[in-house]
Structures are given as structure tokens and as C-alpha cells.
């Protein structure tokens, strides 16, 4: 909502806020691991591991398919520490869903 304060990093992407109506409080976290981590705790851990199950899982990520990779690793992510929940919940899931086609992915 235009008036709204966005903290964010001190990237260039982040230089119209202002125009659009937007406040905008740049933070420069470059180089200070322990002043990100305040910020936004637990980020690179979760970038990290977004790294190695892409890498691991698909051996390569085509843009494309990357929103989909993305909700599979949060769905993941958000339940890890519920494995039989998450189970459940992707056969549920699934089970009242018709799958994409190939063209459509």
C-alpha cells in the first residue's frame, strides 16, 4: 500500500520505491554477516539449503519451472519438522487437484 515503510537491503532494484509512493529504509548488511543475521535471521541457511536441494535434486534449474521448484522447497521447508503431516497434507493435496500438462508447466 503506497505510504508504507519497506526495509530492504541497499540493492539499486530498490530505488523506485520512493517514486511509486512507498518510504524505503535501505539497510547496507554487504560484509556484516552478524547485522544481516539481526535483520533477517536464518536467510542464508535457508538460501543454502534452497541451493543444495536444487543442485542436488534436479542437477539444474530451467526458469520456467523455478516458481514451481520455489513452492515445492517452502512446502517442504514450512513442514519439516512434521513429516507424516506433510504426507498427508500433498495426498490431500494431490488428490483434489488435476496435474498440469507438460505445456502448460
Given at each position: 500500500m503506497p505510504g508504507s515503510l519497506i526495509v530492504s537491503d541497499a540493492g539499486a532494484e530498490y530505488t523506485a520505491l520512493r517514486k511509486t509512493g512507498y518510504q524505503?529504509?535501505?539497510?547496507?548488511l554487504r560484509g556484516d554477516?552478524?547485522?544481516a543475521e539481526a535483520w533477517v535471521p536464518l536467510v542464508h541457511l535457508i538460501i543454502g539449503n534452497l541451493k543444495a536441494w536444487l543442485d542436488g535434486t534436479f542437477h539444474g534449474v530451467r526458469e520456467q519451472h523455478l516458481p514451481a521448484y520455489l513452492n515445492e522447497f517452502m512446502f517442504r521447508f514450512n513442514r519439516r519438522f512434521e513429516r507424516?503431516?506433510?504426507?498427508?497434507?500433498?495426498?490431500?493435496i494431490g488428490s483434489?487437484?488435476?496435474?498440469?500438462t507438460y505445456?502448460?508447466?
Open positions: 524505503h529504509a535501505p539497510l547496507a554477516p552478524d547485522a507424516a503431516l506433510s504426507f498427508r497434507s500433498l495426498l490431500g483434489h487437484q488435476e496435474g498440469p505445456e502448460e508447466g
